[in-house]
């Protein structure tokens, strides 16, 4: 299984943000690995009309089991390089949420 570099994963006071390269367009959806210092994402949905960030929203909310409301593009809305909020409640530890999404990305990663 690939290891996911925390040079990926960044604290936020709102919770952790997640360095993604998207690749619009693709036959399915998934986690391909790194790219430099981001995360790469497959996607099927076309890079049109938001439907590439719509996709990449929704797959990253079912892969890491949490609400899309707790998801947040806050960088890169019209480019392949991303950056999301994940937001994580107040009482929850930072450390082991971010360990749980890293261990939970990976498991994803093919």
């Known amino acids: 299984m690939p290891t996911i570099p925390l ?3 960044h604290d ?3 919770g952790l943000l997640i360095d993604v390269k998207v690749q619009p367009k693709s036959s399915q959806n998934a986690i391909v690995g790194v790219h430099g ?4 994402i497959k996607l099927n949905a ?3 009309e938001g439907k590439a960030n ?13 609400p899309k409301s707790t998801l947040e593009i806050v960088a890169g809305q019209t480019s392949r ?4 909020l994940v937001r994580i409640d107040t009482g929850t530890d930072l450390k082991v949420r971010r360990d749980e ?4 990305l990976e498991q994803h990663t093919k």
């Open 46 to 48: 076309p890079p049109v």
């Open 12 to 14: 936020h006071p709102e």
């Open 81 to 84: 390089n991303k950056r999301i």
């Open 101 to 104: 999404i890293r261990h939970i």
């Open 37 to 40: 210092d981001a995360l790469k």
């Open 54 to 66: 719509k996709a990449l929203v929704q797959c990253l909310a079912k892969w890491l089991r949490c």
């Open 7 to 9: 040079k990926c994963l």
